[in-house]
């Protein structure tokens, strides 16, 4: 009976994940937000108008953008706009192109940047700053975009930023921490988008992957007033006594700290007066979805936040924490119960196995979950598909998945601590695999119990 239960407590976990990833779908969050009546663009949702453009003020109409989810967004605003589209140039993450009729799409690496990322960052980049007065901008950013948009300030070099990014992901550092870096030593991010397409108009659409959906964090901000200086991205060094800080790096910042560089583009600059900033998809659309699935399942459903934060591995102690009181008390949740969360935790890394921030999660949750009752399964997720630098979006887990780790002759907390989830899962067939998804709205973590 308990086998049988956790099979199917598996499959609906899965089911409601999906659930949660189609509801972001990038393509259709697009179509729910823009529309095209006449020659009006008009960007809302159901009857409620946030921006209304009248298309036929301007010379060209031109798409630029980056991100994981850019590619199913432009197509999208390809179908819209149709041959109003003068010229486009994306960036998007090695696997997730598409073919598009009007916008030639560049594949880079991420989350470490390559150069093909820098080649096709230049080119959007030329297009922006030749765009005049009487051009609109359409730009659309997804998460991915930090990495998949990069040019160097200065004299710093692709490969200093490749280990400065690696060292920040390393480190434990937030997300906005290491993207107040990367604005810092960008000469595209943190609005400096915005600076080289003025005085050209922008609409700008977002499908966030940050926690709290906080514009200019999304990809670092390419077209967003940035509200970080140099002197937050050295305290950000100083903080994570960061090593071997490529001196170009140090000399750069240094230089912005002093006033020989310019900051990055604050809110009280005129530029962004013709810059137009909407989020179009987000983690909590994602949970909710999530719910709706879950509550067609049976389950009685709580959203815990969309906002959760912190080291992986205490995340998962919490949540295996709110599993041993449902099985307790039933609360917060009676059963069945399905508890929901969303958000981006951090890793520090101190082993060298493969792996990510939802797989480790999982083993977290499983050594925790070992010698309750099979009647609870947790899943965590990246709704890109990709955890970390592997193929999987992350794990399911229930009470049994240590031993069968045992009997494999693995210990669970021997690979917990060589941050080698990965290969664990591999062997226990406990791995969650997707596929790319062509969307990015952070994770999901799902807790069920019956």
Known sequence: MGDSLLKQMRLEAAEIFMSSINSVDPYRAVKRFVHIEGNSLIIGVDSRILFKLDLGNFNSISIVGGGKATAPMARAMEE???????????????????????????????????????????????????????????????????????????????????????????????????????????????????????????????????????????????????????????????????????????????????????????????????????IVGSNILALEAARERAEKLGYKTLILSSMIEGETREVALVHTGIAKEILKTGLPVSCPACIISGGETTVTIKGNGLGGRNQEFCLAAAIELEGLPPRVVMLSGGTDGNDGPTDAAGAIVEPGTVGRGRDAGMEANDFLNNNDSYHFFENTQDLLFTGPTKTNVMDIRLVLVK
């Open 80 to 278: 819209l706009l149709g041959e109003r589209i003068s010229e486009g140039f994306i960036n998007v993450k090695y696997g997730f192109a598409e073919d598009l009729s009007y916008t030639k799409v560049t594949q880079a690496a991420h989350p470490l940047p390559d150069i093909e990322g820098v080649k096709g960052t230049r080119k959007i980049l030329e297009l922006l700053e030749m765009a005049g007065e009487s051009d609109l901008i359409i730009s659309l950013i997804s998460g991915g975009g930090s990495a998949l948009l990069p040019y160097p300030a200065g004299k710093i070099t692709l490969s200093e930023k490749q280990h400065i990014t690696g060292s920040l992901l390393a480190c434990g550092a937030s997300i906005d921490e290491i993207n107040t870096v990367r604005k810092h030593i960008s000469s595209a991010k943190g609005g400096q988008m915005a600076r080289a397409a003025f005085p050209a108009t922008t609409v700008n659409l977002m499908l966030s992957d940050v926690v709290g959906d906080k514009m200019d964090v999304i990809a670092s901000g390419p077209f967003v007033p940035d509200s970080s200086t140099f002197e937050d991205a050295l305290k950000i060094i100083k903080k994570y006594e960061l090593k071997d800080v490529p001196y170009s790096i140090q000399e750069y910042l240094k230089a912005g700290l002093e006033g020989k560089v310019n900051e990055t583009p604050k809110s009280n600059e005129q530029i962004f007066e013709k810059v137009q900033n909407f």
